[in-house]
């Protein structure tokens, strides 16, 4: 692209995935201009990262010559290599499911706890990212690779030529209007164009994943396999130290994330299912009820980051447009579902990688972008359904951990599809949710927790076991929904 026809792109946010997306086109030959309406470094939620990222990571890497961007999909080389920027080691996936009283314990065949390897080793490791620092680091790096990046910067006015096929844009923090070819909506739920062009006022597509989270950065969050150590229980047969994972702690209708970050903050949040208000508690009642999470954060303090927790309303939202002419957004503008399976990292690069494959071809395809607008949509429906189930599940430990098996079904085939995938082919759709298999055997999964939930019959969980393995066959390639091995799966990393 020369300069004389270089097409302008607006990226409205300068999160993570907004940053990546502006480095990319700005490389391809876009002259790229980043807003962001607040300032770097700043707190943000959402730090889990997974198998899956780090494959999409890598891809964009290699494809757009990102190299400066290689310590973020491991553990170790982020550790050797980036030390300055915050982040925590995840081997995995663990669960522990309390009772009201009972302090930290576990059984010999883990009848309250689930582990769920995701890498082999420390080095191998996915990472929780410390977002204050990562987005930070690489909305520096978008500046140092040509990117015009402007902070305290929101748009005030907005108008498309359909004509000339052109953005006319007041900003506020010039005088003058400017022109763009397109803009890239990375703004999350400020929903930027969704507002722009009065998209806020028309009914919003429903989903089923009714929650809402209390949550904040803590210091000095005692380690929970220490409790258990404590307790006299035996862990020698879990696969990684619980506490080097993504870690939950599941109540009735409640649950609790615990992500540790090797600077010393524990990104802490309770969730809570909306549909089952009769059983919420708040964040004190929370610890008055469990002795566990007491003890777990007996000497914890309000990081300086959040010196007071955050409370949301209802976490579920999904705009009514990902698209139009001369715009796109971004998935974690399009919508979110909920934070139980880290779904929300993967899902944001998916969608760079996506449109960075769009913007690069000889000339944008609008159809395109609506074409992939379609796809994050069935995404967020498949992703609303592995989650919501397990909410109805929550009551009972065996039907909640068959259910999730549906998750690391999609997100296990998804991850050796795409190591196993021909240079330069297109990925398939995320989760696999562009497989009417996959697609028909989470709607299945559904269907069999909606019936359980409204029943509320627990007393029979191996029936249910055997309806989920049966649904599962197809596709586990690594035994899951497996009696077993009581709930320790050592054997399901994929590096």
Sequence with gaps: MSADNQQKILVVGGGFSGSILAVILQKHGYSVTLIDRSIHPRFAIGESSTPTAGLILRTLIERYSMPELKPFTRYGLWNDLLPDVGVGVKRGFSYFFHSPGVGARTTVTHDSELLVAASSSRIMADTHWYRQDVDSFLLDYAVSQGVVCRSSCEITDADYDPLKRIWQVQLSTTVHGEQFDWIIDASGAGEVMCQLVGDELTQRPDLETNTSAIYGHFQNVKQYDTLLKHAGMDLSDFPFSSDDAAQHHIFTSQWLWSLRFDNGVTSLGLVSDLNRPALQSDWSDMLAMYPAIRDMLKDAELDSATPLLHTTDRLQRLSVQGSGPGWVALPNTIGFIDPLHSTGIAHS???????????????????????????????FRLIDQMIAGCYKLMPSKRHFEAYCMLYFTAAHNYETRRINLPTNACAPGIFLSDDLQMVELIEQGYRLANQIAKTEQWEAPELFEQKIRELIRPFDQIGLCNPATHSMYSYTAVF
């Excluded at 760079?352 to 069935?378: K, M, N, P, S």
Aim: hydrophobic residues 45%; glycine residues 6%; proline residues 0%.
């Design 349 to 379: 690069l998916s969608g760079v990688e996506r449109l960075a494959e769009i913007f690069t071809r000889v000339e944008v395809c609008q159809e395109a972008l609506g074409r992939y607008a379609d796809a994050v949509y069935a995404e």
